[in-house]
C-alpha cells in the first residue's frame, strides 16, 4: 500500500490550503486514514483521522474548528482542508492509514505512511 500526500505549499496567515492523500495497491474502503505533521524541532503531532465505514472525522483540538477532513472512496483519496492558517502551522504534513474499525491520533495504529507535504505559512 503506497500514500502520496500533496498540496502544500507557502500560504499567507489567514489563507487556506487543501491536501490529499492518493491510496493505492491497497482497497481504500478498507482504510482508516489519518493526517499527522512534525515541524522542526518538535514532536509529531496527530491531526485528524476518518474512519473506514462511516466516514466520521476527528481532530485534535489545536485544529478543531479551522481543519476539516473527508474521503472519496471512488477517487481513493482523502482530503485535509485547512483554513485560517496560523504560522504555528509551518510543518510537514503526512498522511497514514490502517485497515481496522474507528481510528484515533495515534502514530502507531497507522501501518501505512506516505511522504511528507510542506506547508508554510507566512506572518
Known amino acids: 500500500v503506497q500514500l502520496q500526500a500533496s498540496g502544500g505549499g507557502l500560504v499567507q496567515a489567514g489563507g487556506s490550503l487543501r491536501l490529499s492523500c492518493v491510496v493505492s495497491?491497497?482497497?481504500?474502503?478498507?482504510?482508516?486514514i489519518g493526517w499527522f505533521r512534525q515541524a522542526p524541532g518538535k514532536e509529531r503531532e496527530g491531526l485528524s483521522c476518518i474512519t473506514r465505514n462511516d466516514g466520521r472525522a476527528y481532530y485534535a483540538a489545536s485544529v478543531k474548528g479551522r481543519f476539516s477532513m473527508s474521503r472519496d472512496n471512488a477517487k481513493n483519496t482523502a482530503y485535509l482542508q485547512m483554513n485560517n492558517l496560523l504560522p504555528d502551522d509551518t510543518a510537514d504534513y503526512y498522511c497514514?492509514?490502517?485497515?481496522?474499525?474507528?481510528?484515533?491520533?495515534?502514530?502507531?495504529?497507522?501501518?501505512?505512511w506516505g511522504q511528507g507535504t510542506l506547508v508554510t505559512v507566512s506572518s
Open positions: 495497491g491497497g482497497t481504500f474502503s478498507s482504510y482508516a
Open positions: 497514514a492509514a490502517f485497515a481496522g474499525q474507528g481510528c484515533n491520533l495515534s502514530a502507531n495504529l497507522y501501518r501505512y
